[in-house]
C-alpha cells in the first residue's frame, strides 16, 4: 500500500474514523485544534457527528452520553483542557464506559506553553481524577504507531469496559510523516454484545438488560463490591496489554529509558553512543499503564547493564515508575527539561559520559 | 371490577427516599405519566445529575445515567446526538441546574438540543442538607446564609426561566408550581407539550417546577406548601416564558 504524507493530527483523527468513531465532542486548544478542525469536516462524510462543546468540561460529558448509547466517542484535548476534563473521565471510569481520549501535551503548569512537552504523564498514568481508576495509556512515538494502536484502541476499550488514553504530545500532533492508513471498520452498535448500553428498553423486558449509567454506589458494601470489580479488570489489563519496545539492548551497559517523542531523541544518542564505544540501548515503554515493570526489570538485571538514564521532556516523572521496576538493583540517572524544552542528543551523550565517569 | 387508576409503568415499584412532604414523588410521578401516556416506553433515556433526584435511575422505569453534578445537559446530548430517535431528558434541581451547572444548560438551550429539562426549583440546597442556593430567597435562613440571604453580599436569586428564555435557541419555557391540584395539573400539561415538542423535532424544552423542601426549610409539608405560594411564587411568577410553537 502508498504512503501518505500526513499531518499527526488528522492522520490519527482519520484513524480513529476509520476504527469506527462516529462521535467526536471537543473544544478548541493549541497545538491539537486541528484534530476537532479534522473532525469537523470529516465526520458528516461518514454519517458521524462532530459536536463543538462549551468547553472540555461539557465535551467529557458527551462522551459519557454518547458511549454509553454504546457508541465509538473519541475526544481529544491538551493538558490544560485535559485537566478540565479529570471530573468526567473519573466518572466515565467508574460507570466503565469504553471511549478514547486523546492528550497532545504541552507545556505546564497552568498555563504553560503551546509547545511539546510530557508532563502530563503523573496525570494520565496515576490518576487524574478522584478515585481508585486507571485509563489504557499508549505513547505513541510515531505518527504511524498512533494510527497503528488507534486500529485497537477501541476493541481494547470495549474488551475491558475502560476508557483508552492516548499520551501523545504537540510534536506528534503536529509534525508529518509518510503512513499506511488502516482500512474502514464497518462498526455497528450490536446490543447484544453492549448489554450495559442504553439502547432501548421498555417495562417488560429483561430488567437487567435496563441500562443504568451510573458511577454512584451509596451503600460502602456496594462501592467495596464495585471497586473490586474495576480492580480485577485492572489486573487482567495488567496481565495482557503491556507493549514495549527494545532496542540494542543485548549487550548495552547504559539503558536509556524513554517515552513518546523522545524516546525517537534518545534511540539517536544510543546509536550516536555505540559509534563512540559505548554500548548504550534503549527500552521504550508504549504502553505507560500498565507499565512494562517486570520487562524493565529483566532488562535492567542482565549483568553487563551498569546502570540506567531516564529521559523525558518533564521533571522526571516516569522516572519513578521506572525506579519501581530496577527497585534498587542498578543506579538510575535522570536528565530532562521542565517545560517544553526538549532533550538533545549532545545532552543525553554528555549525561551518559558523566554518568560512565562516576560523576 | 374495573381498574380506575393504576400507577404507570413508567415507574418502578423502588421505595421513594424523598422526605415526606417533599414535591418530587409528584413531580416524578406527572414526568412519568406523560411518558406513559404518550407511549414513548423503549425509546425513552433520562439523566439526572447529582443532588436529591441521584437515585432517580432507581425510580423511573426506562434507560437512566447518573451524571457529575451540573452536567445533564451535557450528557444528554451526547446521548441524543448518538440516538436521535430516542426521547430524552434531564431531571435537575436548582443547586444542580441553576449554580454549577450553568454553562451546561445555557449551552444545551442555544444549541437548541432537542431534550426536555425538567428543573425543579426548591430554592436550596436538599441533599447536603439545606445550603443557600443561588435560587434561595432574600432574608431566607438556610446552612451557609445563617442569618438570611444577604443581597448586598451574595446577589438576588437567580431567574432561570427567564434567562433561558432570553436565549435564541430554546424553544419551550415554562415555570409551574405542584403547591395545589389545579397547579399539578397545569405541570403536567406543561411538561407533556414539552415531550411533545420533543417528538416533533422542536428544540430545547425546559419546565421549571417550583417544589416544597420541609426538612430543610424547616416546616411542615402544609406550611411548606403555603410558604411556597407566599414566597416563592410572587418572586418566581408561573407562566410561559417562551413557546415557540404558540408562535408558529
Same mark, same amino acid.
Given at each position: 500500500m502508498a504512503l501518505t504524507l500526513m499531518k499527526g493530527s488528522e492522520a490519527i483523527a482519520e484513524a480513529a474514523i476509520r476504527a469506527g468513531a462516529r462521535f467526536f465532542f471537543g473544544y478548541p486548544i493549541t497545538p491539537q485544534t486541528e484534530i476537532p478542525e479534522y473532525m469537523s469536516a470529516r465526520m458528516p462524510e461518514v454519517g458521524g457527528c462532530f459536536l463543538q462543546a462549551e468547553s472540555e468540561v461539557a465535551a467529557i460529558n458527551m462522551v459519557y452520553g454518547a458511549a454509553g448509547t454504546g457508541a465509538r466517542v473519541i475526544t481529544s484535548s491538551s493538558s490544560p483542557g485535559v485537566s478540565l476534563k479529570q471530573e468526567g473521565i473519573s466518572y466515565i471510569a467508574g460507570a466503565q464506559l469504553p471511549c478514547v481520549i486523546l492528550n497532545v501535551m504541552r507545556g505546564g503548569p497552568g498555563l504553560g506553553s503551546i509547545q511539546a512537552s510530557q508532563g502530563d504523564y503523573f496525570q494520565g498514568v496515576k490518576?487524574?481524577?478522584?478515585?481508585d481508576y486507571h485509563l489504557l495509556t499508549y505513547a505513541p512515538a510515531s505518527i504511524q504507531e498512533a494510527i497503528n494502536i488507534m486500529t485497537f484502541a477501541f476493541d481494547k476499550a470495549e474488551q475491558y469496559r475502560m476508557p483508552v488514553l492516548f499520551l501523545a504530545d504537540g510534536i506528534i500532533a503536529q509534525m508529518m510523516e509518510p503512513v499506511e492508513m488502516p482500512e474502514m471498520v464497518d462498526y455497528k452498535v450490536d446490543p447484544e454484545k453492549k448489554?450495559? *448500553? *442504553?439502547t432501548g428498553w421498555k417495562p417488560?423486558?429483561?430488567?437487567?438488560?435496563? *441500562?443504568?449509567?451510573?458511577?454512584?454506589?451509596?451503600n460502602t458494601e456496594d462501592l467495596t463490591v464495585h471497586n473490586d470489580h474495576l480492580q480485577a479488570i485492572y489486573a487482567e489489563a495488567r496481565k495482557n496489554e503491556q507493549m514495549w519496545e527494545e532496542y540494542k539492548l543485548e549487550d548495552a551497559e547504559y539503558i536509556i529509558t524513554a517515552f513518546g517523542t523522545v524516546s525517537r531523541i534518545a534511540r539517536s544518542a544510543v546509536d550516536e553512543l555505540r559509534e563512540m564505544g559505548i554500548k548504550a540501548g534503549l527500552f521504550r515503554p508504549i504502553t505507560v499503564w500498565p507499565f512494562p515493570y517486570e520487562h524493565l526489570k529483566a532488562a535492567a538485571d542482565r549483568e553487563g547493564v551498569k546502570a540506567l538514564l531516564d529521559v523525558e521532556a518533564n521533571e522526571g516523572q516516569m522516572l519513578e515508575d521506572v525506579k519501581l521496576a530496577v527497585n534498587g538493583a542498578k543506579h538510575v540517572d535522570f536528565f530532562g527539561h521542565c517545560g517544553s524544552l526538549m532533550p538533545t542528543t549532545e545532552e543525553i551523550k554528555a549525561k551518559i559520559l558523566e554518568m560512565k565517569e562516576g560523576k | 371490577m374495573s381498574v380506575i387508576f393504576e400507577k404507570t409503568s413508567l415507574l418502578t415499584d423502588k421505595q421513594f427516599?424523598?422526605?415526606?412532604?417533599?414535591n418530587h414523588g409528584i413531580i416524578h410521578r406527572l414526568v412519568a405519566e406523560v411518558l406513559d401516556e404518550l407511549k414513548l416506553d423503549g425509546n425513552v433515556v433520562g439523566v439526572a445529575p447529582v443532588g436529591c433526584s441521584v437515585f432517580a435511575y432507581d425510580y423511573f422505569n426506562c434507560d437512566m445515567f447518573e451524571a457529575a453534578h451540573g452536567r445533564a445537559p451535557a450528557v444528554a446530548t451526547g446521548i441524543k446526538r448518538a440516538k436521535p430517535d430516542s426521547v430524552v431528558f434531564t431531571y435537575q434541581g436548582d443547586g444542580d441546574l441553576a449554580s454549577i451547572g450553568t454553562a451546561e444548560i445555557v449551552h444545551a438551550a442555544h444549541r437548541g438540543e432537542k431534550i426536555v429539562t425538567i428543573f425543579v426549583n426548591n430554592a436550596i440546597y436538599g441533599m447536603t442538607g439545606g445550603q443557600m442556593a443561588p435560587t434561595t430567597l432574600v432574608g431566607q435562613k438556610t446552612t451557609t446564609s445563617p442569618n438570611g440571604r444577604d443581597e448586598a453580599w451574595c446577589g438576588a436569586p437567580i431567574k432561570m426561566s427567564e434567562m433561558l428564555a432570553q436565549v435564541p435557541g430554546s424553544y419551550y419555557i415554562e415555570r409551574c408550581a405542584v403547591n395545589n391540584n389545579a397547579n399539578i395539573l397545569k405541570t403536567k400539561k406543561a411538561i407533556k407539550k414539552a415531550f411533545q415538542y420533543q417528538l416533533e423535532g422542536k428544540g430545547f424544552c425546559m419546565i421549571e417546577v417550583l417544589s416544597t423542601c420541609p426538612t430543610n426549610w424547616g416546616y411542615s409539608p402544609v406550611e411548606a406548601l403555603k410558604w411556597l405560594e407566599e414566597n416563592m411564587i410572587p418572586y418566581y411568577p408561573l407562566g410561559v416564558y417562551k413557546d415557540k410553537g404558540a408562535a408558529e
Open positions: 490518576g487524574g481524577g478522584n478515585g448489554p450495559w *448500553a *442504553a417488560g423486558d429483561d430488567p437487567a438488560k435496563r *441500562a443504568v449509567i451510573n458511577s454512584l454506589f451509596i | 427516599h424523598y422526605c415526606p412532604g417533599c
